[in-house]
């Protein structure tokens, strides 16, 4: 897949799966526009691949709007960034959800409208994958602000795909399971911890980052150009048994 001469909005870019999504992109010939709260991940990946950096917490809304009309025009949109906190459902306090629910669920919405908005003025189509997870179908015990946010987000993606369809913008999200990120690796190390999950996957291991790259470039790509409103599982087969 060939994006020379394309340019992709990627949130989350500073990190785990944004940050190999952008550096696949810029491989394969895009200009990335990447967004991260953290100024130091942004610097040292427009070291590594050129790449135009907007530093801004999507937990704040008007921040997220101004930063997101400042990156365009782009042709590909990639929502990316998302949080966690794990806390078991009687203890979940209002103030994790509400910011889970911001970063996950309101910051793509947000950036999708000037995204849309800008494509649709151009008349020239576009496509969106927005970034979800197995947890938007399964409840994971300790997740369910998480939960919450991620079914939003694929409930919300098929509205996207339905309304913006119309004036040829694809919206698509992937939903892959445990990805050993950085983070993910010390967390599933322990093989007790390990076990019952890699159990329940098929092909008996967890997801890679660049797993979940090539599957978000595909959807991107002219190859999906019949894709549409779909949530597509990276999963090992883990929704299936």
Known sequence: MDFSG?????????????????????SRGAQVVAISRSEADLRSL????????IAVDLADA???RAAAAAAMPVDYLVNCAGTTTLEAFVDVTTEAFDHLIAVNA????????????????LGTGGAIVNVSSASATTGFADH???????????????????ELGRHGIRVNCVNPTITLTDMAKKAWSDPEKAGPMLARMP???????NEVAEVVLFLLSER?????GVSM?????FAIN
């Open 224 to 228: 999906a150009a019949m894709v549409n």
């Open 46 to 53: 427009e070291a590594e691949i050129g790449s135009r950096s």
């Open 106 to 121: 309101r910051a793509p919405l947000i950036v999708s409208q000037e995204y849309a908005r800008s494509r649709i003025a």
């Open 6 to 26: 394309k340019s992709v909005l990627v949130t989350g870019a500073g990190k785990g799966i944004g940050r190999t999504v952008a550096q696949m992109l810029a």
């Open 62 to 64: 008007v921040a997220t």
């Open 203 to 209: 092909l008996g291991r967890f997801v890679e980052t």
């Open 233 to 237: 599982p990276i999963d090992s087969g």
């Open 144 to 162: 369910a602000a998480y939960c919450a946010s991620k079914g939003a987000l694929d409930a919300m993606s098929r509205v996207m795909a339905n």
